[in-house]
């Protein structure tokens, strides 16, 4: 049966009819659970049927296992301990807290990044020596700055630059240090 009117309060009744009319014929019942896909995974050979329940066993017979949303987040908790990390101690996170609230000053300078054994600049090196200049132990460098730094060779009007006339040195111009 289809109704088909310009009036648009027509269609919303026809509408809530048949919306009445599928709960209606669905009695109450919900609806049905489905097994989850399975991943490609196939069972080979025949169904084996299930033993037959002896008369004398007055036990209700196993039911498969239900694969729900409650039963899946069950397997979900179980599966909790070893994806999250061990719980520390209380002694152990006091030690955490201490050793990440330890005083520290801000300090600037100028100390120039000498290079490491691969070529870049080694700007942690720097970074303590800023502070070890300022009366503290070691540091962390929060500010950088870079400049190059070219041969009075390059001022010679029509010669050609070359790569080696040129270098960029890196300095630390800030530092957090701590004692």
């Known amino acids: ?20 009319l599928i709960l209606l014929g669905a ?10 896909p399975s991943l490609g995974l196939r069972e080979q050979g025949p169904q084996a049927a299930p ?13 498969d296992e239900n694969p ?8 979900l ?8 990390p061990p719980i520390k101690s209380p002694g152990e996170a006091i ?13 600037s ?16 090196q720097a970074a303590d020596q800023l502070c070890q200049s300022k ?14 730094k070219c041969s009075a060779k390059v001022l010679i009007p029509g010669r050609q630059r070359k790569p080696d006339d040129c270098r960029t040195d890196t300095f630390v111009t800030s530092a957090l240090c701590q004692n």
């Open 1 to 20: 049966m289809m109704v088909r009117s310009g009036n648009p309060a027509v269609r919303l009744g026809t509408l809530m009819s048949v919306a009445a």
């Open 27 to 36: 009695g109450g019942a919900g609806w049905p659970q489905t097994s989850p």
């Open 51 to 63: 033993p037959p329940s002896t008369p004398a066993s007055s036990a209700p017979p196993e039911r």
């Open 68 to 75: 729900g949303l409650i039963n899946e987040m069950g397997k």
């Open 77 to 84: 908790f179980d599966k909790l301990p070893s994806i999250l």
């Open 95 to 107: 030690n955490d807290l201490s050793r990440l609230a330890k005083p520290s000053t801000m300090v």
């Open 109 to 124: 300078g100028r100390v120039a990044c000498p290079a490491s054994s691969n070529g870049a600049p080694d700007c942690k």
């Open 135 to 148: 009366g503290y132990k070691e540091g962390k460098g929060v500010n950088a700055d870079s400049a190059e």
